[in-house]
């Protein structure tokens, strides 16, 4: 059984940080690529950030390049997302995801207010 399991959200005041984690299991983590997506209300999910399988190369939106670093860690099966001065419109629920396979986690709701 596939499981994603997402944790370290939560309310944070502008500018401040956040790390999420992503559990996985299931399947073999190491082999595949993984993503975070986030939904804020009333808007489309978009692609946050993704590292590959192999050489964890990874790629940003504009939106958050140069404040999240997304990273994994193959032999503890667990993809993180750093998020670094954090603005409000960060806010939204963030998934962690495996495409390949159609993978999504429940999500973890991000609040950025002061």
């Known amino acids: 059984q596939v499981q994603l399991v997402e944790s370290g959200g939560g309310l944070v005041q502008p500018g401040g940080s956040l790390r999420l984690s992503c559990a996985a299991s299931?399947?073999?983590?190491?082999?595949?690529?993984m993503s975070w997506y986030r939904q804020a209300p009333g808007k489309e999910r978009e692609l946050v950030a993704a590292i590959t399988a192999a050489r964890g190369s990874t790629s940003y939106a504009d939106s958050v390049k140069g404040r999240f670093t997304i990273s994994r860690d193959n032999a503890k099966n667990t993809v993180y997302l750093q998020m670094n001065r954090l603005k409000p419109e960060d806010t939204a629920v963030y998934y962690c995801?495996?495409?390949?396979?159609?993978?999504w986690g429940q999500g973890t709701q991000v609040t950025v207010s002061s």
């Open positions: 299931g399947f073999t983590f190491s082999r595949y690529a």
């Open positions: 995801t495996q495409l390949s396979q159609n993978y």
